[in-house]
């Protein structure tokens, strides 16, 4: 059996997405460490100082304090954290929570180059070329085709991606926990309650006209979540 442990993810949280915002507000959109411009805000990464762990990220004084948070671009993250070679071994991860609960920007802020990463949004932009809250039924067949080759080369280790990161839904805890299982990969948790999504969609200008199929998706979701 696949040995996982269940992580919270701190970068869902209200605290965190608001502190960022500040800090890239303050501080510009300018990597801290190349000076280079970084266009898109998304694309900024809150390195934290001190790597965050289980047993340190709900102390404040570490994961919330702006002193020990450096905004970085893409590759000057990459290159800090393959300084330290913090790992050897190439790890599967599986986000899962409601849907605009994070989990994509949670991604984000992770990856390196190299990374692999399936996501269904993803790839239903990639084969309709519509933006990514735009999901057609009839292409379904085709977007979860391409899902699971990738899901089973992951399974399988194929090819020489670094690590691989699987963002989905997951409500059905029995579902979950047998891809896990399958994949030998490490549960994500983006915990955010109902509440905070229905605002989060109220606010979401991309979905704006799509709203009330939104608000069924996060419905479903939650009548289906299983802790
Ligand atoms: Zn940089
Ligand atoms: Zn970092």
Not at 21 to 47: A, F, M, Q, V, Y
Not at 53 to 82: G, Y
Not at 194 to 210: F, G, I, P, Q, S
């Amino acid at each position: 059996m696949a040995k996982y442990a269940i992580l919270k993810s701190f970068y869902a949280s209200d605290e965190w997405i608001t502190l960022r915002l500040t800090l890239i507000n303050e501080r510009g959109n300018r990597c801290e460490r190349c000076k280079e411009l970084i266009p898109r805000s998304k694309d900024i990464i809150g390195h934290h100082k001190v790597e965050l762990t289980p047993e340190n990220v709900n102390d404040r004084s570490i994961s919330l304090n702006p002193n020990l948070i450096e905004l970085v671009c893409f590759d000057c993250h990459n290159k800090e954290h393959n300084r330290f070679g913090y790992q050897s071994e190439r790890q599967v991860y599986l986000v899962y929570g409601p849907p605009l609960s994070g989990k994509t920007s949670f991604v984000r802020q992770q990856i390196k180059r190299g990374d692999l990463v399936v996501d269904m949004d993803k790839l239903y932009e990639a084969v309709t070329m519509l933006p990514g809250y735009d999901k057609p039924d009839q292409l379904f067949t085709n977007v979860i085709g391409i899902h699971n080759q990738l899901i089973d080369n992951i399974r399988t280790r194929y090819g020489r991606w670094i690590n691989a990161w699987v963002i989905g839904g997951y409500a059905d805890r029995y579902k979950r926990e047998r891809i896990a299982n399958d994949l030998g990969a490490e549960l994500i948790f983006c915990d955010v309650s109902k509440e905070e999504c229905l605002r989060r969609l109220e606010m979401d200008e991309d979905r704006k006209y799509r709203k009330d199929e939104w608000q069924k998706y996060i419905d479903k979701w939650f009548d289906t979540y299983v802790p």
